[in-house]
Every structure is written in C-alpha cells, then in structure tokens.
Nanobody, 117 residues
Framework: QVQLVESGGGLVQAGGSLRLSCAAS????????MGWYRQPPGKQRELVAS??????NYADSVKGRFTISRDSVKNTLYLQMNSLKPEDTAVYYC????????????WGQGTQVTVSS
C-alpha cells in the first residue's frame, strides 16, 4: 500500500525559509509526475511545483523562491521554500500521479505552512 507522508511545515516569519519533505512508502510504478500542491484558506488547491518527463514546472508565484528536488534512494520528495511571503500560507500536499492505462493520484495528508508578516 502506498503512503505519502509530509513533514517540515510550521510557522515562519516573512522572508524566512522552510523545507518540506514527502516520504513515500510502498512501490509506485509508472510514475507520470510528482510534485507539490497547496491549498490556501478558502481557496482551491493549486500546483506549486512538479517533476515530469517534460522537466520541472513551477507556479509563477513561486519561481525563483521555491525549489523542488528528490532523493530516489530515500524515496523522498522535497520542497525548499525561501523568501516566504504571507500569501504562501497554505496546507501543502505531496502528490504522485502514476499509471499506464488508468491514472492514480496519490496524496499525502498535508502539512500546514503559516507565514506571518
């Protein structure tokens, strides 16, 4: 059974940094892409950054501040967040899309990031 477990969220002042981690357990085959999403209070979930066969993709709002990376040996996905802003406040979710004929979305439970002004 696949599980994604995020960690690293917390409260930080504007301008600060956090690194989120997403540890995957279980075997995921035929990965299409993997990445980070976030859901600000009262808003829809949005893509923050992702890896796919086409390369790395970032939301315009985080370009130059956030970096997505992965450690294949540890089966862990990271999101380094620098120069944080209050508008980055959200629950951050790790996501893996996989499958050949049928696509399956795997989600973590989410980790809260709060940026104070």
């Amino acid at each position: 059974q696949v599980q994604l477990v995020e960690s690293g969220g917390g409260l930080v002042q504007a301008g600060g940094s956090l690194r989120l981690s997403c540890a995957a357990s279980g075997s995921i085959r035929n990965i299409i892409n993997m990445g980070w999403y976030r859901q600000p209070p009262g808003k829809q979930r949005e893509l923050v950054a992702s890896f796919s066969s086409g390369g790395t993709n970032y939301a315009d709002s985080v370009k130059g501040r956030f970096t997505i990376s992965r450690d294949s040996v540890k089966n862990t996905l990271y999101l380094q967040m620098n120069s944080l802003k209050p508008e980055d406040t959200a629950v951050y979710y790790c996501n893996v899309k996989a499958g050949m004929v049928v696509t399956t979305n795997y989600w973590g439970q989410g980790t809260q990031v709060t940026v104070s002004s």
